[in-house]
């Protein structure tokens, strides 16, 4: 896929500052550039946890969490990576080859730690990124509630 085309799906920052969750739209972009979601995620000041949550063309989902030493990523499915760049742009960061073409098994990569701290261990973000039954709004729309700010999360994507 080329980056010229435009990618469907939505990126969205969450920002928790002084205990509340905020929710805003980020560039159509940042679904297809890993460094534009960084980028804009680097904008955002706060001194709570900041994160991304992208929802790629009915696919898969990243999260990206920017941290002094780089960023923290996931991506719901590897393989993804062999049809969209920013899949294959989180795979390059960390340092994981592609899956073979031949292989339909679907797994994620990445940090499954990555909101952790913000109430989702890893484990159940891990069973959340192996629902293939579910598209990856509503993949995200478990995490949010699983991390508490699933009203803002709500309430944006009805504004989209």
């Given at each position: 896929m080329s980056v010229k085309e435009p990618v469907a799906g939505f990126a969205v920052a969450?920002?928790?500052?002084?205990?509340?969750?905020?929710c805003s739209a980020l560039e159509a972009g940042a679904l297809a550039n890993l460094d534009a979601a960084i980028t804009a995620l680097?904008?955002?000041?706060?001194t709570g946890a900041v994160f991304a949550l992208l929802a790629v063309d009915d696919e898969f989902f990243v999260i990206v969490r920017p941290s002094p030493r780089g960023p923290s990523?996931?991506?719901s499915d590897a393989a993804a990576a062999l049809d969209y760049d920013i899949a294959a742009?989180?795979?390059d960061v960390l340092r994981a080859d592609a899956p073979d073409e031949?292989?339909?098994s679907i797994y994620s990569e990445g940090d499954l730690e990555i909101l952790a701290d913000v109430g989702l261990p890893g484990p159940e973000l891990e069973v959340i990124a192996g629902e293939v039954d579910l598209y990856p709004d509503e993949q995200l729309q478990m995490i949010a509630q699983r991390c508490g700010f699933a009203d803002e999360f709500g309430s944006l994507l009805d504004d989209m």
């Open positions: 969450v920002v928790r500052e002084d205990g509340k969750w905020r680097g904008k955002l000041r706060s990523l996931l991506l742009d989180v795979l031949d292989d339909d």
